[in-house]
Structure formats: C-alpha cells, structure tokens
C-alpha cells in the first residue's frame, strides 16, 4: 500500500528559528554568575592573581635593565658572491636604524674593489678589504644621532 503522506506538502503555521545567544535561553549556556558568565569574561591577563597582588609587584626590581645596542652582521663572502655588486661600488651600511658589523667568513677570498662604509669592521675584514684595494670606512653613530 502507498504512504501518501510521504508525498504530501505539509501546510501550516512553521516555528520561528532561534538563532544566536537567543536560542539558547536565560543564561546563554554559561551557568549563573561568575568570571566566565560575564561578558568579556574567560581567561584573565597573565600574571592576575585574583586581586591579590602579583608576584611581579610584590618583588623588588633588582639589577640594571640596560638595552644593548643590537648590531647586525654582514660576511664578506655576500658581497663578493652577489652579482648586483659591481668592482669599484660605494656600499654605504649605515643608512638603516641599526649599525652594522662586517666580518670575514670562509677562505674566499674578495677581488671585488669596494668602498665600505659600516659601524664596525673586523680585523680580518678590514684586511681583506684593503688587500683587494678597496677602503674600509667607519661611521660614528654617536656623532650621526
């Protein structure tokens, strides 16, 4: 025997959708009260202990807390394998906000005539610069700032 009712359209009134924290109900599925029931609420800031006071606060600072200028290095063995640089350039590394150091890394050797121009030189570099012909000029950032 057919089951008409499979086919039939259904006519009738149909239940508004919930949708959001509404469908839920009353307390939104957090329970009642609460740090986590509140808005915003979840996990706290790293270091809060409930009010009371934090360790950090509670220990004195000791020591000193000195930033040390950070310098950026350089190897040599770049400057002679890039193909941008030609023989007798002008490369000026003081431009930027930190200071660079060059340093001589590895046996190559440079043939390249270059004019540097940096914060630091190693004495290996500065060697390496000059036997090739080129000059290894030192900038004073005390001075620039």
């Known amino acids: 025997m057919l089951e008409k009712d499979k086919y ?36 706290p800031r790293p270091g809060f202990e409930g009010g009371q006071t934090p360790i950090f606060r509670r220990l ?22 890039d193909i941008n640089i030609l023989d007798g350039q002008k490369i000026n590394l003081s431009d930027g906000k930190k200071s660079v150091k060059v340093l001589r890394r590895g046996k190559e050797i440079l043939t390249k005539k270059l004019t540097i121009v940096a914060a630091a030189f190693s004495k290996s570099a500065r060697v390496e610069i000059e036997k090739a012909g080129g000059k290894a000029e030192i900038i004073d950032y005390a001075k620039k700032k």
């Not at 959001?20 to 609420?41: E, L, V, W």
Request: hydrophobic share 20%; charged share 40%.
């Open 8 to 43: 039939l359209i259904k006519l009738g009134k149909k239940k508004k959708r919930r949708r959001g924290p509404a469908a839920k109900g009353k307390t939104n599925g957090r329970g009642t009260k609460g740090q986590k029931a509140r808005s915003g609420g979840g996990k």
């Open 60 to 81: 004195p600072k000791r020591g000193f807390n000195h930033s040390k200028e950070k310098i950026q290095l350089l190897n040599l063995d770049k400057l002679q394998n």
